[in-house]
């Protein structure tokens, strides 16, 4: 059995069409690296590469800007056997994912940051990007325009309004080996320098070898509640679908919102969110 599932944030979803065409892409495109005998890790890098470059999804080109009006990003990598890799607050590369697996296999480190973590991206070659759209500046400052302070109590409170997009997937492949990819712009109108939960090993990410995890969402309180760990170790006895469910409830009642998608080695998918909608897409096959 293989398989692959991947989201494309949860959230207010103002562009369903949008959503929908991007993430079955990057299931399809992930799910044929399955197909013709790729590993899970070639899989979900590949979906969430697409995801960064399509700028519907708030992840690559199309993040949402930081208070200041740039773009920082975080994005990270995790197998089932063990590796992890992550950049929080990455300026101007194209595919931060690329460059989280790149620490993964690379370094003896698990997470750069910021200035660093893009000079590491030009020692490797990777490719540079300015991934501000127009459209992420016009919501800034409408953002600015509501006369609300940008401390983040007030964002949170607004964050259930604007669109989502943090990316992520999670994938098994023929060696049972599972892999997770999450890539974000964070959220609108951060303060610079802020990291979130897609950075962050157990709580935007997480894989063991039963299952594994990406969340999406309002990164402080995934950070806090230890979503994608907590939620993959409940995979020991469960099915990812009852397991994410246990999750998302505890976030529910803590006013916590955010969304879930898992795979177990079996190849068994689940996905819940507390937030208005969510996107994803799957595909599992013998
Ligand atoms: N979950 C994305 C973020 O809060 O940065």
Same mark, same amino acid.
């Given at each position: 059995?293989?398989?692959?599932?991947?989201?494309?944030?949860?959230?207010?979803?103002?562009?369903?069409?949008?959503?929908?065409?991007?993430?079955?892409?990057?299931?399809?495109?992930?799910?044929? /690296?399955?197909?013709?005998?790729?590993?899970?890790?070639?899989?979900?890098? *590949?979906? =969430?590469?697409? #995801?960064?470059?399509?700028?519907?999804?708030?992840?690559?080109?199309? +993040?949402?800007?930081?208070?200041?009006?740039?773009?920082?990003?975080?994005? +990270? /990598? #995790?197998?089932?056997?063990?590796?992890?890799?992550? /950049?929080?607050?990455?300026?101007?590369?194209?595919?931060?994912?690329?460059?989280? @697996?790149? =620490?993964? &296999?690379?370094?003896?480190?698990?997470?750069?940051?910021?200035?660093?973590?893009?000079?590491?991206? @030009?020692?490797?070659?990777?490719? *540079?990007?300015?991934?501000?759209?127009?459209? #992420?500046?016009?919501?800034?400052?409408?953002?600015? &325009?509501?006369?609300?302070?940008?401390?983040?109590?007030?964002?949170?409170?607004?964050?259930?309004?604007?669109?989502?997009? *943090?990316?992520?997937?999670?994938?098994?492949?023929?060696?049972?080996?599972?892999?997770?990819?999450? +890539?974000?712009?964070?959220?609108?109108?951060?303060?610079?320098?802020?990291?979130?939960?897609?950075?962050?090993?157990?709580?935007? $990410?997480?894989? +063991?070898?039963?299952?594994?995890?990406? =969340? *999406?969402?309002?990164?402080?309180?995934?950070?806090?509640?230890?979503?994608?760990?907590? $939620?993959?170790?409940? #995979?020991?006895?469960?099915?990812?679908?009852?397991?994410?469910?246990?999750?998302?409830?505890?976030?529910?009642?803590?006013? $916590?919102?955010?969304? /879930?998608?898992?795979?177990?080695?079996?190849?068994?998918?689940?996905?819940?969110?507390?937030?208005?909608?969510?996107?994803?897409?799957?595909?599992?096959?013998?």
């Amino acid at each position: 059995m293989v398989g692959i599932i991947v989201h494309g944030g949860a959230g207010k979803i103002r562009n369903e069409e949008a959503h929908q065409k991007g993430t079955k892409l990057a299931a399809q495109e992930g799910y044929k /690296v399955l197909k013709e005998g790729g590993n899970a890790l070639d899989a979900v890098i *590949t979906a =969430v590469k697409i #995801m960064e470059d399509d700028p519907t999804f708030n992840a690559g080109i199309g +993040s949402a800007l930081n208070l200041l009006g740039e773009v920082e990003m975080d994005a +990270s /990598v #995790m197998l089932g056997s063990g590796g992890f890799g992550a /950049v929080g607050a990455i300026k101007n590369v194209r595919h931060p994912v690329d460059i989280a @697996r790149k =620490v993964m &296999e690379e370094t003896d480190h698990i997470l750069l940051v910021g200035e660093e973590a893009g000079r590491f991206a @030009r020692l490797f070659d990777f490719e *540079t990007c300015n991934p501000i759209t127009p459209e #992420m500046e016009k919501r800034l400052q409408v953002l600015k &325009e509501k006369g609300e302070s940008m401390h983040l109590k007030k964002i949170r409170k607004l964050l259930p309004l604007y669109e989502p997009g *943090t990316v992520g997937a999670c994938a098994v492949d023929r060696n049972s080996e599972i892999a997770v990819a999450t +890539s974000t712009g964070g959220i609108l109108g951060k303060l610079p320098g802020r990291v979130g939960d897609s950075a962050i090993i157990g709580a935007g $990410t997480f894989a +063991s070898k039963w299952g594994g995890v990406s =969340v *999406t969402g309002y990164g402080e309180g995934i950070i806090k509640l230890g979503v994608a760990w907590r $939620t993959t170790e409940l #995979m020991k006895k469960r099915k990812p679908d009852e397991a994410i469910r246990q999750l998302i409830e505890e976030g529910r009642k803590q006013n $916590t919102y955010f969304g /879930v998608i898992g795979i177990d080695k079996y190849g068994n998918v689940g996905f819940d969110y507390n937030t208005e909608s969510m996107s994803y897409a799957y595909i599992i096959k013998q």
